[in-house]
């Protein structure tokens, strides 16, 4: 299976520790995105990349907040001195370029809860 | 703004009857709409997409969606529901002019498939 890849699956951590999720997209697809999901709601965009440029971050994306993808193939997220409004469900999506029109296809997600 | 509402927390279906699962949509421009299904503790699975065209979309699991443009609608529906077919699912949307990024989702709807 070369589908979207997220590692940890589970992350536990204390308020105010910092994280960081590895997603590894499907290996032809050029640009990766992350959402947030919280329980009983729609997954909300974070931020997204084409290659290794970063072209888009929602208001979400607080500047505790860092995404990276260094060489244009996996990406990493960090959230630095985690609060528990944090929790939640992160979520890797990556698509071929180009149209808007594209789906997205997701990884299994990355749950962290703060504690 | 885009926004996409689905009216329905929890859809109840009898195995064999037909489901439907409502979505309404706003955009400023031409609507590129997509279904997702989620299953526990996984990622989301593409359904199903609207570009252009025939209102009637097909898609897997025998799914298929119907677009409504003077009704901003986009219901998901199968004639024959399955038992397997229980599962949560989300409704997204995107304008054709807008973020090239981002997917704004409902908040999903739960159907639940009775024997």
């Known amino acids: 299976d070369t589908g979207v890849s997220q590692d940890p699956r589970h992350k536990i951590t204390k308020r105010g520790q910092n994280v960081t999720f590895r997603c590894d997209p499907i290996?032809?697809?050029?640009?990766l995105y992350w959402y947030r999901q919280t329980l009983g709601q729609g997954p909300e965009f974070l931020t997204y990349f084409q290659n290794e440029a970063q072209l888009e971050k929602s208001r979400l994306l607080s500047d505790r907040f860092s995404a990276e993808r260094p060489k244009g193939s996996f990406s990493t997220l960090e959230i630095q001195r985690t609060e528990q409004g944090d929790s939640a469900m992160y979520l890797c999506?990556?698509?071929?370029?180009?149209?808007?029109?594209?789906?997205?296809?997701f990884g299994p997600g990355t749950r962290l809860t703060v504690t | 703004a885009q926004s996409v509402a689905q009216p329905e927390d929890q859809v109840n279906v009898a195995e064999g009857n037909p489901l439907t699962v409502k979505c309404t949509y706003s955009?400023?421009?031409?609507?590129?709409l997509f279904w997702y299904v989620q299953y526990p503790n996984r990622g989301l699975q593409f359904l199903l997409k609207y570009i252009t065209g025939d209102n009637l979309v097909k898609g897997s699991y025998g799914f298929e969606a119907e677009f409504n443009k003077s009704q901003t609608s986009f219901h998901l529906k199968k004639p024959s529901a399955l038992v397997s077919d229980s599962a949560l699912y989300f409704c997204?949307?995107?304008?054709?002019?807008?973020?090239?990024?981002?997917?704004?989702f409902g908040k999903g709807t739960k159907l639940s498939v009775k024997p």
């Open positions: 997204a949307v995107r304008d054709e002019g807008g973020s090239q990024g981002n997917l704004i």
């Open positions: 955009v400023s421009g031409n609507p590129y």
């Open positions: 999506a990556s698509s071929l370029e180009g149209l808007p029109h594209r789906e997205q296809y």
């Open positions: 290996s032809e697809h050029n640009r």
